[in-house]
Antibody, heavy 121, light 109 residues
Framework: QVQLVESGGGVVQPGGSLRLSCAASGFTFSSYGMHWVRQAPGKGLEWVAF????????YYADSVKGRFTISRDNSKNTLYLQMNSLRAEDTAVYYC??????????????WGQGTLVTVSS | DIQLTQSPSFLSASVGDRVTITCRASQGISSYLAWYQQKPGKAPKLLIYAASTLQSGVPSRFSGSGSGTEFTLTISSLQPEDFATYYCQQLNSYLPEFTFGPGTKVDIK
């Protein structure tokens, strides 16, 4: 069965960096686009970043552009999110999510359990 | 940027009720809309994609409709396991941002 397992969350000071990982299994990882979505405590969902199945296209939310970098290693079935210059407002549970189909983006059909990032001094 | 609004933001209903949630987009997004259900402490679950197509395994009491700027999610007969927060999401990849609506919390009356 499809599994997405995030790791790498924790407490970091403002201005610091953190790298999240998402280990994928149960499907052909190299065939699907992947996303990061976050949710601040008690708040709604915010889409963060997308990477195409082959890594050739990447999109970011304006709120993280220039600070976060999405990447993937298809040989390791792993998705990453490098987060630099972290701010208090980046505090959230970060989910990785899989595109439902390869040919277009029309929904995220599998999600990980999330990893909590807390930015605080 | 495309903005999504949802109404109502909070809904109190009873088991067996018919429930409708509306999602409006600030500009036309054709049928590039999905609906998710999220329960406390859990990841979201995809219910509907392409505005009206039921995701595999989702009960048929859930349905979606609409196109352009106005969309609805309907639960025909609310069940105890349906009490949750519901989010719409626009997926127009011509504008590479995949915004979520603010959510509608469905609570027990």
């Amino acid at each position: 069965q499809v599994q997405l397992v995030e790791s790498g969350g924790g407490v970091v000071q403002p201005g610091g960096s953190l790298r999240l990982s998402c280990a994928a299994s149960g499907f052909t990882f190299s065939s699907y686009g992947m996303h990061w979505v976050r949710q601040a405590p008690g708040k709604g969902l915010e889409w963060v970043a997308f990477i195409r199945y082959d890594g050739s296209n990447k999109y970011y939310a304006d709120s993280v552009k220039g600070r976060f970098t999405i990447s993937r290693d298809n040989s390791k079935n792993t998705l990453y999110l490098q987060m630099n210059s972290l701010r208090a407002e980046d505090t959230a549970v970060y989910y990785c999510a899989k595109d439902r189909i390869r040919v277009r983006i029309d929904g995220f059909d599998y999600w990980g359990q999330g990893t909590l990032v807390t930015v605080s001094s | 940027d495309i903005q999504l609004t949802q109404s109502p933001s909070f809904l109190s209903a009873s088991v067996g009720d018919r429930v409708t949630i509306t999602c409006r987009a600030s500009q036309g997004i054709s049928s590039y809309l999905a609906w998710y259900q999220q329960k406390p402490g859990k990841a979201p679950k995809l219910l509907i994609y392409a505005a009206s197509t039921l995701q595999s395994g989702v009960p048929s009491r859930f349905s979606g409709s609409g196109s352009g700027t106005e969309f609805t999610l309907t639960i025909s007969s609310l069940q105890p396991e349906d009490f949750a927060t519901y989010y719409c999401q626009q997926l127009n990849s011509y504008l590479p941002e995949f915004t979520f609506g603010p959510g509608t919390k469905v609570d027990i009356k």
